[in-house]
Every structure is written in C-alpha cells, then in structure tokens.
C-alpha cells in the first residue's frame, strides 16, 4: 500500500512539473519573449551504443562457440545478425552506428577478418561441407564467387565494299 500510494505521488508531481512546464513555455510566448524550454528529455529511444560495444563486436566474432545437432557438435558461425539479435538492436541500428562512430566500423572491419578467417578455417579442415562455406565466404564475407566483369557495347562498323559480295 505504501508503494502504490509512492508511485502515485510520483505520477502526480511528474504531471504537476509537465503541467508547469507548459504553462510557462506559453506564458513566454505569450508574453513576446518567444523563449523556448528546453526538454529534460530528447526526443525518441535512448541509444543503446555503449564505448565498450566495438570491443564487444570483436569478442564476439573472436569466441567460438558451439551447438548440437543429431549427437554431434558443431561451430557456430558468427554473423551480423548474431550480434544484432544478442544485442536486442536492428540491423539498420548498427549501420547507423557504424556511419556515427569511426571506432565501432574500425571493429566491424576487423570482425569481418575473424569471420572470412573462421569460415576459411572451417571449410579447409573439413569441419564444414566445401560448398556450404563457398555460400558463406560469397554471402558474409567480400568474397565472391567469380569476378565480375562489365563489358561495354562499342558501336562496331564493318564496310562490305563490291569484291566483298561476290565470295
């Protein structure tokens, strides 16, 4: 009872001040001063980037660890999805911190090195099926499976001259 009749207090205060809050910000605009309050809160979620997430993103993509499947072990193979989901974020959240923050895309660069590093591993001793880390190194890694080539259309004349038709 006591707690309840706590938080109700609080709620009322809290409403009290947003309550005061407005009606000074009209007050001062009313009056001409045209002044602005500034809010105790900004706008949306607060972030939930930290300093210590890039040397998070490295240890996570440094740590294998493993599941199990039919009564044998396997390596679990770490992605950016991995890290989004352990860290409750989107994945558009962390490209966004990868534009803000210069040490966080440092981290992903190097994390992106320990995961084409563990799928080449992998692959190469056998642990993983070859063509399973062939989709892997193409779609988690900059690897890619053939090298891309463009090729330009160049206008091509070719001039038949009169000896030319009788062959």
Not at 50 to 60: F, G
Not at 78 to 101: M, P
Request: proline fraction near 2%.
């Amino acid at each position: 009872m006591l707690i309840d009749n706590l938080n109700s207090s609080a709620m009322l205060a809290k409403l009290s001040i947003d309550c005061f809050n407005q009606s000074c910000k009209k007050l001062l605009i009313n009056e001409g001063l045209n002044m602005t309050v500034k809010k105790a809160n900004p706008v949306g979620r607060p972030t939930l980037y930290t300093d210590e997430m890039p040397s998070d993103l490295v240890e996570y993509f440094s740590l294998i660890e493993t599941f199990v499947f039919n009564d044998k072990e396997y390596p679990q193979i770490k992605t950016k999805a991995g890290f989004c989901a352990r860290n409750k974020i989107a994945s558009s959240t962390f490209d966004l911190w990868c534009e803000k923050h210069s040490e966080f895309m440092g981290a992903w660069h190097i994390a992106k090195q320990l995961q084409a590093n563990q799928i080449h591993n992998l692959t190469a001793n056998r642990i993983i099926d070859g063509n399973y880390g062939k989709l892997l190194a193409v779609n988690c890694t900059s690897l890619k499976d053939k090298v891309e080539q463009t090729i330009d259309h160049k206008n091509i004349q070719i001039n038949i001259d009169n000896s030319d038709k009788n062959m």
